[in-house]
């Protein structure tokens, strides 16, 4: 017969799948495997225990860790010009959020600047690019999970975070170089420190854009 086994683990920073299942033993035991996916909510190093235990097969322990840094920059996201590109942004967090939406060329523009994201959930920024302008605007960005992530991550490895972009246009109307420039998306100390989470300074991804024509 088959003997299921719970799992779980005491760092929320660590995800598992809650039962797996293990044929009837074999002389010298049965080999089993679970995944365990580090989404932090926070930056710096996470330790936890994974627990896997049956009342018939035993109770099982072992160590993990991860470690979580600023999230990596993404892109260049190209935005054809007079038209808009979609970034999926996932808030990793498990509790909702504020996050705060920018960008540092005059030749884009976003149609929210801030907005608080749901638990786990994915949120939709719409970048839009006025076009090509004589001269170009030469700006692009740097510093910045997942998820995560830190995801990671993330906060991930980074606040992890799963990105993915598509960029629909008409071509620009007024030739020139094409405008460069950064989305910045920042989750403040304050909100994290509102939302419960043990952090105490400023999550930021990063998102490099490039018009197009």
């Given at each position: 017969?088959?003997?299921?086994?719970?799992?779980?683990?005491?760092?929320?920073?660590?995800?598992?799948?809650?039962?797996?299942?293990?044929?009837?033993?074999?002389?010298?035991?049965?080999?089993?495997?679970?995944?365990?996916?580090?989404?932090?909510?926070?930056?710096?190093?996470?330790t936890?225990?994974?627990?896997?235990?049956?009342?018939?097969?035993?109770?099982?322990?072992?160590?993990i860790?991860?470690?979580?840094?600023?999230?990596?920059p993404?892109?260049?996201?190209?935005?054809k010009?007079?038209?808009?590109?979609t970034?999926q942004?996932?808030?990793?967090?498990?509790?909702?959020?504020?996050?705060?939406?920018?960008?540092?060329?005059?030749?884009?523009?976003?149609?929210?600047?801030?907005?608080?994201?749901?638990?786990?959930?994915?949120?939709?920024?719409?970048?839009?690019?006025?076009?090509?302008?004589?001269?170009?605007s030469?700006?692009?960005?740097?510093?910045?999970?997942?998820?995560?992530?830190?995801?990671?991550?993330?906060?991930?490895?980074?606040?992890t975070?799963a990105?993915?972009?598509?960029g629909?246009?008409?071509?620009?109307?007024?030739?020139?170089?094409?405008?460069?420039?950064?989305?910045?998306?920042?989750?403040?100390?304050?909100?994290?420190?509102?939302?419960?989470?043990?952090?105490?300074?400023?999550?930021?991804?990063?998102?490099?854009?490039?018009?197009?024509?």
């Amino acid at each position: 017969t088959k003997t299921e086994y719970l799992c779980k683990v005491d760092n929320p920073n660590f995800l598992v799948e809650r039962s797996i299942s293990a044929l009837a033993a074999v002389p010298g035991g049965t080999a089993l495997s679970t995944d365990v996916t580090f989404e932090p909510q926070w930056l710096g190093s996470s330790t936890g225990t994974l627990t896997v235990a049956s009342n018939t097969g035993g109770e099982y322990q072992f160590p993990i860790r991860g470690t979580c840094l600023q999230p990596k920059p993404q892109g260049p996201i190209v935005v054809k010009g007079h038209s808009a590109a979609t970034i999926q942004f996932k808030n990793v967090f498990a509790k909702a959020a504020r996050f705060h939406f920018s960008v540092d060329s005059a030749a884009f523009s976003l149609r929210s600047s801030t907005d608080t994201i749901r638990p786990r959930k994915i949120y939709y920024v719409m970048v839009s690019c006025e076009g090509n302008h004589p001269g170009g605007s030469g700006v692009s960005g740097g510093g910045g999970s997942a998820g995560g992530g830190g995801g990671g991550g993330g906060t991930g490895g980074g606040a992890t975070s799963a990105m993915q972009q598509r960029g629909h246009a008409s071509s620009a109307s007024v030739p020139g170089p094409a405008p460069t420039g950064t989305l910045t998306v920042t989750c403040t100390a304050e909100s994290l420190r509102d939302a419960e989470l043990p952090c105490t300074e400023d999550i930021r991804w990063i998102y490099y854009l490039r018009g197009a024509p």
